[in-house]
């Protein structure tokens, strides 16, 4: 049954797993030579990364770090803080990262920018959901599972005010509850 706050299913379970198959195909095709750190954004993408690993028939390490750019609200708040940082060093690594959703791009940029200076020899980007219409600073994103109208989503790792990460769909939320 779907969540009373939820307005519509806008991903359904099916459609997950096939978009995370389709994804896992394309990096081990891409990273087949590389040893490689596949690195998720906290908390949002534990989910999507829990299954896409699974799924990445590959040799490769794990590692997570927390960047902040929301409060409890729906918009971002465009200044970026770095929560958690690696626990590898980057330096000389070809650094996969895996988020649940890219809006303004604000996270993401950062995150790259950061890691390259830190001298990571490759920075990609796999994100399940873009938002493309949001998007304020340039990004490239290189695996995209789905693009996202201008709603608010939750489900499949994704939050409002830390909840709905647990529902195994992607749902848009309805607007009562954060209005
Ligand atoms: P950005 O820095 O604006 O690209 O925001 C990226 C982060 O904002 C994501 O990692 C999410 O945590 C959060 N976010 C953006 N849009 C949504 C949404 O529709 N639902 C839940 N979280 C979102
Ligand atoms: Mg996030």
Same mark, same amino acid.
């Given at each position: 049954m779907t969540h009373p706050n939820i307005e519509k299913v806008l991903v359904s379970q099916e459609k997950l797993e096939k978009i995370v198959n389709s994804l896992a195909k394309q990096i081990e095709i891409d990273y087949n030579d590389k040893e490689f750190v596949m690195v998720g954004l906290l908390k949002g993408s534990i989910v999507f990364m829990a299954d896409l690993m699974k799924k990445v028939n590959l040799d490769f390490t794990i590692d997570f770090m927390v960047a902040s750019s929301y409060g409890s609200g729906t918009e971002s708040s465009g200044k970026v803080k770095l929560l958690k940082d690696l626990e590898?060093? #980057?330096?000389n690594k070809d650094i996969l990262i895996v988020e649940d959703i890219v809006d303004s791009g604000n996270t993401l940029n950062f995150i790259t920018n950061y890691l390259m200076t830190r001298g990571a020899r490759s920075v990609k980007i796999c994100t399940?959901?873009?938002? #493309?219409?949001?998007?304020k600073v340039p990004l490239t994103v290189d695996y995209c599972g789905t693009e996202i109208p201008d709603e608010f989503i939750v489900g499949y790792g994704l939050d409002y005010d830390e909840k709905y990460r647990n529902l195994p769909y992607i749902g848009v939320l309805k607007e009562s509850v954060y209005a």
């Amino acid at each position: 049954m779907t969540h009373p706050n939820i307005e519509k299913v806008l991903v359904s379970q099916e459609k997950l797993e096939k978009i995370v198959n389709s994804l896992a195909k394309q990096i081990e095709i891409d990273y087949n030579d590389k040893e490689f750190v596949m690195v998720g954004l906290l908390k949002g993408s534990i989910v999507f990364m829990a299954d896409l690993m699974k799924k990445v028939n590959l040799d490769f390490t794990i590692d997570f770090m927390v960047a902040s750019s929301y409060g409890s609200g729906t918009e971002s708040s465009g200044k970026v803080k770095l929560l958690k940082d690696l626990e590898i060093s #980057p330096e000389n690594k070809d650094i996969l990262i895996v988020e649940d959703i890219v809006d303004s791009g604000n996270t993401l940029n950062f995150i790259t920018n950061y890691l390259m200076t830190r001298g990571a020899r490759s920075v990609k980007i796999c994100t399940l959901c873009d938002k #493309p219409a949001r998007r304020k600073v340039p990004l490239t994103v290189d695996y995209c599972g789905t693009e996202i109208p201008d709603e608010f989503i939750v489900g499949y790792g994704l939050d409002y005010d830390e909840k709905y990460r647990n529902l195994p769909y992607i749902g848009v939320l309805k607007e009562s509850v954060y209005a």
